[in-house]
């Protein structure tokens, strides 16, 4: 089982950043894969950003692509998320997600950090 917190988030103006990080409890970061997701008000949760357990692949949403980076150290536990060109429309609750390898889906989850993109 693996805990996920993330933090970095907060209020930016639109074509501001903000890089959000995912620290991961336990010893066996490497063996999930990592991905971020959004949650903007009245809006159902979607995939944003994720990346496998070695870092060598990384998936982006069209909305995001270009200007969102996942990244993520194994040493340190921590998977992060690289957010430049922020527009208003990136405003939501955003969470870390793990998938372990034996899963099709996203196992654990954060509980989320809070991006407000001002215009």
């Known amino acids: 089982q693996v805990q996920l917190v993330e933090s970095g988030g907060g209020l930016v103006q639109a074509g501001g950043s903000l890089r959000l990080s995912c620290a991961a409890s336990?010893?066996?970061?490497?063996?999930?894969?990592m991905g971020w997701f959004r949650q903007a008000p009245g809006k159902e949760r979607e995939f944003s950003a994720g990346?496998?357990?070695?870092?060598?692949?990384?998936y982006y949403a069209d909305s995001v692509k270009g200007r969102f980076t996942i990244s993520r150290d194994n040493a340190k536990n921590t998977v992060y998320l690289q957010m430049n060109s922020l527009k208003p429309e990136d405003t939501a609750v955003y969470y870390c997600?793990?998938?372990?390898?034996?899963?099709?889906?996203?196992?654990?989850w954060g509980q989320g950090t809070q991006v407000t993109v001002s215009s």
């Open positions: 336990g010893r066996t970061f490497n063996r999930y894969a």
């Open positions: 997600a793990a998938k372990s390898i034996a899963s099709s889906v996203y196992d654990y």
């Open positions: 990346i496998s357990r070695s870092g060598d692949s990384t």
